[in-house]
């Protein structure tokens, strides 16, 4: 079954950029410290990594994140989704208004002008449809952290996945700022010397 996993970088202080993130630094100053474990040579970090990568039959952004990423000085040969350990799943961008352009169109973007659940059931279809040999393939919810948090908010969440990074941003980009009640059941925690690797079923 085609689950959605949130998934995303946090700081100890609940930040998932630094302060004055913008196009041209996505991660705001000293946000990069957040993505520090996605780099590592770590073998735990590596497989965290690969396995949650592997899965992902389609991903979930919303237009800021869009606008980094497709930037100029956002993903290109070097740097991309999975940091190089995936293919190119389909990208679901959540926006009030479609890009008059894209930059990286070798890569798959559907812009969805509805609503956050619309692209979720949109990103939904497209997992199911790349899912071969009966092997499901997961939607992926990237960010940034109105699109996470709001995702778990409203209920649309299957899977929370958090990668704590050991830093305290003092401020920046919350991951949760209200929202209704959520349980949390813990399945695994994974410690490196750059994250601590949690999944929690959402409830």
Known sequence: MTRIIADISVSLDGFVTGPEPGPDNGLGIGGEALHTWAFSDDPDDRRVLRE?????GAV???RRLFDVVDGPNGWGDEVGYGAGEVG???????????????RLTDLDWTFVTTGLADAVSVAR?????ASVSGEDLDVVLMGGGAVVGSAVAAGL??????????VL????TPLFAGGAPRTLVQRSAISTSTATHLTYDVR
């Open 157 to 166: 969440v299957d899977t929370l996945s958090l990668h704590l990074a050991p």
């Open 169 to 172: 941003l003092g401020t920046g």
């Open 60 to 62: 979930v952004l919303g």
């Open 125 to 129: 279809q497209r997992a199911e449809e």
């Open 52 to 56: 949650g990568t592997a899965r992902s």
């Open 88 to 102: 190119k799943p389909a990208f679901v961008v959540v926006t009030s208004s479609p890009p008059e352009s894209v």
